[in-house]
């Protein structure tokens, strides 16, 4: 069974729509990510959230905002999309532990193309 | 900010060869190394991690060595095989960063051959 989910798989968007990123992690993890994968660009972080707290944010556009209803959910919201958010989205999730270190495991992505 | 190199961004091997992806990263704080495999239309699997300096790592075919003092990671598939095709992602954390960010090298597309 898979133990993060990402819906939907494939989703294509008119430039200026809003779109929701799903992903549900049946980990039990308490730290959840969102990466992007640009063409012909390295996975880039964007988002880490620790017990339903934002972390750290990397993106500088306030278009994209995370939300998190669960502890086990982490939804990607985009707004006024553009031709160049066009990627794949991949959220992740680990066990984070004082002083410790933790893997990070990735969902199957949610690819994101923008007309 | 930190970067960190991949190189080759293409490898072709015929079945049975090895292969060798190398990967250079500049933060001298940087901990943690991953290994990720990501398969055609596929999430990324982890496939090693590393924290140690200077420390071998083996798995099923491959072996993962960390050097830190020239801040170079290497994975070395031993043997390789077509099921081993795939683009391969190192992938290191510094100690202590914010928000626990992974920072990817750019990846190696792995052709293997029969």
């Known amino acids: 069974d898979p133990k993060i989910i990402q819906k939907p798989k494939y989703l294509v968007a008119v430039t200026g729509s809003e779109k929701i990123l799903i992903c549900e992690q049946y980990l039990g993890h308490n730290a959840m990510y969102w990466y992007r994968q640009s063409a012909k660009k390295p996975l880039e972080f964007m988002f880490s959230?620790?017990?339903?707290?934002?972390?750290d944010n990397q993106t500088a556009s306030s278009r994209f905002q995370p939300q998190s209803s669960k502890k086990n959910h982490l939804d990607l919201q985009i707004t006024a999309l553009k031709p160049d958010d066009s990627a794949t989205y991949f959220c992740?999730?680990?066990?984070?532990?004082?002083?410790?270190?933790?893997?990070?495991?990735f969902g199957p992505g949610t690819r994101l193309t923008v007309l | 900010g930190e970067q960190v190199e991949q190189r080759p961004p293409h490898l072709s091997v015929r079945e049975g060869d090895s292969a060798v992806i190398i990967c250079t990263y500049t933060?001298?704080?940087?901990?943690?190394f991953f290994w990720y495999k990501q398969e055609p239309g596929a999430g990324l699997q982890l496939l090693m991690k590393v924290f140690s300096s200077t420390e071998i790592n083996e798995g099923q075919g491959f072996t993962v060595l960390l050097n830190k003092k020239d801040k170079q990671l290497s994975l070395n598939l031993t043997a390789a095989h077509p099921g081993d095709s795939a683009v391969y992602f190192c992938?290191?954390?510094?100690?202590?960063?914010?928000?626990?960010?992974?920072?990817f090298g750019i990846g190696t597309l792995l052709s293997v051959k029969p």
């Open positions: 933060d001298p704080n940087s901990y943690y």
């Open positions: 992938a290191v954390r510094s100690y202590g960063s914010s928000g626990n960010k992974l920072i």
């Open positions: 959230y620790s017990y339903q707290k934002l972390m």
């Open positions: 992740a999730s680990s066990q984070e532990r004082t002083g410790g270190y933790a893997e990070q495991f």
